[in-house]
């Protein structure tokens, strides 16, 4: 039997208003901007009835690392600027867990999908948006861990740039990719939850690999670690290895192909599984 | 393609939509029911609900169409489909012209802005322009009759007032064809004869529309033709009064 259309004709009658100035349609771009700047204001009224504002996860980020500077600074003796070296650990994972937390992006917004028909990657970008926003204000901490430590910067710091470049296009794929299976398995919501738990003790967020230990194999083999080490690399003044771009560039420009491939196979499946 | 060609045409539209996350093996029984589309149950005992059975129409442009039925019939699916956010099963639903739709009044999308930053929020995820937000906002606002409310917050809002918000921003989309899924039921008797005025005005810019609706009163008011949805059938579609006169028999 063949499969159905719904098939939309714009071009031949769509109304002239004299009234209204601008009766151009919105580009692609526009668009884009639009969901952008719907997820900073979802951000922005987290906090608005707060007197810190959009201050909280800078604090956040400041209290969680000195909480574990104290208790945990002797895995890491061999790091030197250890406070700095949390602070960007922390809010890159946290950044990294939300995105991959982000399962709910399309059934949470169930209603919207049901009353709009507008396409799934709009969801996406809001969500994205959103994590962007609390992951740069985290990561602003960095200043605060800076001026209390000595750290020397070099040209390297500009390595962060193509860095975060790599980390927010993966992220994006990674919300689109995660939302999908969700929306179709529910158990993988929780199955993250518990891997994201499982990863954060397991990945040099608050340790340093070290050399010949347990930590070294656990940091080999995860690829959080290799995120972590292109941003927090270039911030406390090193440079990363060819090997940690190698591998972070893969994955991104991999699961982007998958992500667009799946999402061509369930586009006109998927609201049928909110 | 011509003048004459209609705004909205069905050819033996179907949709099933599965039900998915009950396992295989409980125990669903698949008789028709008083209400709902039919249940189904296939060779691996997937259970699936048939929304729309094959159903044949023409809307033309201009027309103002209410839908009735009972709950479950089919009007909401329709909808959907011929607002392109559900994709037929089998056959073919054609819409010509820009579509906006007004499914829900609680597209209230963020309780702690004001119903200004609201409009904007909203006129943006129906794709409008800043440009065109901004040439429309002052409109919108005055059509909502909200006064001064309009910069509080969304929570202070009741809901019939959240659906005068919506109804304003769903209904200043320069669209050629207008969708609308029972949100009447919240406002207030003076905001349906408001929203009356506006629904008229559309229809004489011909542009299309279709509406759910359970009054009468209000399928008089504003709908020219009816058709009666019944298990994702169509049991009858034609002028308002004939239509009505053969429900209110069955």
């Given amino acids: 039997m063949a499969r159905g259309a719904f098939i939309t004709v714009m071009t031949d009658i769509v109304k002239s208003d004299p009234s209204s100035s601008a009766v151009k349609e919105r580009s692609l771009?526009?668009?884009?901007?639009?969901?952008?700047?719907?997820?900073?204001?979802?951000?922005?009224?987290?906090?608005?009835?707060?007197?810190?504002?959009?201050f909280w996860p800078l604090l956040l980020a400041?209290?969680?690392?000195?909480?574990?500077?104290?208790?945990?600074?002797?895995?890491?003796?061999?790091?030197?600027?250890?406070?700095?070296?949390?602070?960007?650990?922390?809010?890159?994972?946290?950044?990294?867990?939300?995105?991959?937390?982000?399962g709910k992006v399309f059934y949470a917004n169930a209603n919207f999908l049901l009353s709009i028909n507008n396409p799934l990657y709009t969801h996406v970008?809001?969500?994205?948006?959103?994590?962007?926003?609390?992951?740069?204000?985290?990561?602003?901490?960095?200043?605060?861990?800076?001026?209390?430590s000595a750290i020397e910067l070099e040209w390297t710091v500009l390595l962060v740039i193509p860095a975060l470049i790599i980390l927010s296009f993966t992220?994006?794929?990674?919300?689109?990719?995660?939302?999908?299976?969700?929306?179709?398995?529910?158990?993988?919501?929780?199955?993250?939850?518990?891997?994201?738990?499982?990863?954060?003790f397991t990945s040099p967020v608050f340790w340093s690999p070290g050399r010949g230990t347990t930590r070294e194999v656990l940091s080999t083999y995860n690829p959080v670690s290799y995120f972590l080490a292109i941003i927090r690399e270039p911030l406390l003044g090193r440079e990363p290895t060819l090997f940690d771009w190698g591998v972070t560039l893969s994955i991104c420009i991999v699961g982007a192909i998958i992500t667009f491939v799946l999402y061509h196979k369930v586009k006109n499946k998927l609201v049928f599984w909110l | 393609m011509t003048h004459q060609d209609p705004a909205i045409r069905a050819t033996d539209l179907t949709l099933i939509l599965p039900v998915i996350?009950?396992?295989r093996r409980k125990r669903v029984g698949v008789h028709q029911a008083q209400v709902g589309g039919t249940l189904m149950r296939d060779s691996r005992g997937r259970?699936?609900?048939?929304?729309?059975?094959?159903?044949?129409?023409?809307?033309?442009?201009?027309?103002?169409?209410?839908?009735?039925?009972?709950n479950g019939a089919g009007k909401s699916s329709l909808l959907r489909?011929?607002?392109?956010?559900?994709?037929?099963?089998?056959?073919?639903c054609e819409v010509r012209g820009k579509v906006s739709t007004l499914f829900t009044a609680n597209l209230g999308l963020?309780?702690?802005a004001s119903g200004r930053e609201n409009i904007r929020l909203i006129g943006g995820v129906v794709g409008l322009t800043e440009d065109q937000i901004d040439a429309r906002m002052d409109e919108i606002i005055e059509f909502c009759q909200l006064g001064d409310y309009i910069d509080l917050p969304l929570h202070t809002y009741s809901n019939g007032m959240r659906t005068r918000v919506g109804f304003a921003v769903a209904t200043s989309v320069d669209a050629d064809v207008l969708l609308i899924d029972e949100v009447f039921g919240t406002g207030d008797r003076a905001f349906r004869d408001h929203a009356a005025k506006r629904v008229e005005k559309l229809i004489e810019e011909s542009s299309t529309i279709v509406m759910a609706v359970h009054s009468e009163n209000m399928l008089r008011q504003f709908c020219n033709k009816v058709m009666w949805v019944e298990h994702g059938h169509i049991r009858a579609f034609g002028p308002t009064e004939e239509v009505l006169q053969e429900y209110q028999k069955a």
Wanted: hydrophobic share 50%.
């Fill in chain 2, 81 to 92: 489909v011929m607002a392109g956010i559900y994709p037929p099963t089998h056959g073919a």
């Fill in chain 1, 62 to 102: 400041l209290v969680w690392a000195a909480g574990l500077g104290l208790v945990f600074r002797a895995m890491s003796s061999d790091e030197p600027h250890y406070f700095a070296y949390v602070v960007v650990g922390i809010s890159t994972f946290g950044f990294i867990s939300s995105c991959i937390n982000s």
């Fill in chain 2, 47 to 70: 259970v699936s609900v048939k929304a729309l059975a094959g159903v044949n129409f023409q809307i033309e442009r201009g027309d103002s169409v209410g839908l009735i039925g009972r």
């Fill in chain 2, 21 to 23: 996350g009950m396992g």
């Fill in chain 1, 125 to 148: 970008i809001r969500m994205w948006a959103k994590h962007v926003c609390f992951y740069l204000m985290q990561l602003a901490a960095y200043f605060v861990a800076y001026y209390f």
């Fill in chain 1, 29 to 54: 771009v526009q668009g884009l901007i639009f969901w952008v700047k719907f997820g900073i204001s979802d951000f922005r009224m987290q906090y608005r009835k707060t007197f810190v504002g959009p």
């Fill in chain 2, 110 to 112: 963020n309780n702690t």
């Fill in chain 1, 171 to 200: 992220s994006v794929w990674v919300v689109f990719l995660i939302g999908i299976i969700v929306t179709r398995f529910r158990d993988i919501e929780n199955l993250m939850q518990a891997l994201m738990r499982f990863l954060f």
